[in-house]
């Protein structure tokens, strides 16, 4: 197993469905691509292919190598586009650390949103999502320090109505997933 404290971990999308993890790392080796590891993402609920991997580098010179080697210049069989190559990101903020929380009282701003969850623990960050007319679309994210924090306001928040509205619409919170998580972390 790779020790993920020094590795450089490379995207791969366009990788068909029916390529395996062995699949893959024969077919790179044929292009003279050999990473430590290599893991077909999968669905965090169903483990279905997402049709994309990670390879697993110990040096950011033979992960670099591969992506110039890779983006755009193989097919793998079975596949129609060429591969997509690139360094995976570092994640500033795991999705662990971050909440979703929707329903939220059209008038409430970031400040509101940061007040009502600062009894939880320390936060970082707290956003309304907003439609391009600046009006909120009642939902935002809220970032912790901790991820307890995120346990203990779902736990105390989910299906109560917001603490300063006692007559509101029930909250929905939830821990926030990778997609939506990126946004602004």
Do not use: W
């Not at 366009?14 to 699949?23: I, T």
């Not at 909120?136 to 994210?141: E, H, P």
């Not at 909250?171 to 946004?183: M, P, T």
Request: charge should be positive.
């Amino acid at each position: 197993e790779t020790n993920v404290l020094n590795v450089t971990k490379v995207f791969l999308g366009q990788v068909p469905k029916s390529v395996q993890d062995q699949d893959l790392a024969e077919s790179l080796a044929r292009v003279n691509v050999h990473p430590e590891r290599v893991q077909i993402i999968r669905h965090y609920g169903t483990g279905s292919h997402r049709g994309c991997a990670f390879l697993y580098f110990s040096s950011q010179q033979e992960a670099l190598r591969s992506v110039e080697v890779l983006h755009e210049s193989v097919v793998l069989e079975g596949a129609t586009n060429l591969l997509q190559a690139r360094l995976a990101e570092k994640r500033r903020s795991p999705a662990k650390h971050k909440l979703f929380l929707g329903m939220l009282p059209r008038d409430y701003s970031d400040d509101d949103l940061h007040t009502m969850c600062t009894p939880f623990g320390e936060v970082k960050e707290a956003f309304i999502l907003r439609h391009n007319s600046g009006a909120s679309k009642r939902c935002g994210f809220v970032r912790f320090a901790e991820p307890s924090s995120v346990h203990t306001a779902i736990r105390d928040l989910n299906g109560a109505p917001p603490p300063d509205r006692p007559d509101g619409a029930a909250l929905v919170v939830k821990i926030a997933n990778e997609r939506s998580a990126r946004g602004r972390s």
